[in-house]
């Protein structure tokens, strides 16, 4: 069974590299929007998720207004799995002709000079890969970390795709600290997706008007090993091009006690994950619950 998954993940993985993008793109958003309509656990996530999203202060989203945005999530997440099939195939300057960091390159570079590493904490949104392949493209090869799939032939398939774009990408077990501690060590780029608690083990946080558990991994990090900690997202579009948000240095200087530390820059860091999923919730793609409601 499990050699089965690992044949059938890479020959669709082999399809969408051949396939002309537009094809890919276009049979993956009509399969995701239609999936939304009878995957009801998966909707009613993401309708909770982004109405949450475009709630303000003043300002109360229409149901009307919620669908359409739970629609074109759906659809922005098959293109999302469209694209990153179709990255490994194609040639580096494609990717870097359609890739801009829009606001906050001199913050990544200025990270960068300092010599103590760099954190990244990352939403769910766009095509973070995208960016990473960039960033390898501008001497900023980045070190990340995902949850480990079930084989392990499957997530070795996964990561040698990335490999070959520029990303480091390693498992989500008691090895990755060490992994990234090194990477810090050396001055490198460490990328941590951080709006989803998959440990369970985070920090409650006020995020989006409600407490819910964000990883601690960026906060220790930074607060353990001097690294700058910046938050970033890499957003689809315009077209079939893609940019990037890179926020100002989050203050992740030592206060006092290193838990208590922990617990301030985290919400630090889900202050500035709400701003850069609130300019595209549509591209939000979290389908499991973050909210009691």
């Not at 109360?60 to 195939?89: D, H, I, M």
């Not at 390159?105 to 995208?130: C, D, F, N, T």
């Not at 070190?143 to 084989?151: I, K, M, R, S």
């Not at 985070?202 to 938050?231: D, H, K, N, Y």
Request: aromatic share 8%; charged share 20%.
């Amino acid at each position: 069974m499990a050699s089965g998954r690992v044949t059938f993940f890479k020959a669709v993985s082999s399809v969408f590299e051949l396939l002309p993008e537009s094809v890919d793109r276009r049979v993956s958003k009509v399969a995701a929007t239609a999936a939304g309509f009878w995957q009801l656990g998966a909707r009613a996530n993401l309708t909770t998720n982004v109405r949450h999203a475009l709630t303000g202060p003043r300002r109360r989203p229409s149901t009307a207004l919620v669908e359409r945005v739970v629609n074109r999530g759906f659809a922005s997440y098959g293109e999302y799995w469209a694209e990153g099939g179709k990255l490994p195939a194609l040639d580096l300057d494609d990717i870097v002709s359609r890739f801009v960091i829009s606001e906050g390159e001199e913050h990544l570079r200025a990270a960068s000079a300092r010599g103590k590493g760099v954190v990244i904490a990352l939403p769910h949104v766009g095509s973070w890969e995208w960016g990473g392949a960039y960033l390898a493209h501008l001497g900023f090869p980045m070190t990340a970390v995902a949850e480990a799939l079930d084989p392990p032939e499957l997530f070795e398939h996964f990561r040698a795709k990335r490999h070959a774009i520029g990303l480091n990408i390693e498992p989500l077990d008691e090895r990755a600290g060490t992994v990234l501690l090194q990477t810090l060590a050396a001055g490198g780029v460490v990328g941590l997706l951080c709006d989803r608690d998959i440990q369970g083990n985070g920090i409650p946080t006020q995020f989006f008007g409600e407490t819910v558990s964000i990883p601690a991994g960026p906060a220790t990090l930074a607060l353990r090993t001097g690294a700058t900690l910046l938050a970033a997202a890499c957003y689809s579009g315009p077209g079939d091009g893609h940019h990037a948000v890179i926020t100002g240095p989050i203050d992740a200087e030592r206060q006092g006690k290193l838990r208590e530390d922990v617990h301030r820059v985290t919400q630090l860091v889900a202050n500035e994950l709400e701003g850069l999923i609130r300019r595209a919730p549509e591209q939000w793609h979290v389908l499991q619950p973050r909210f009691d409601a």
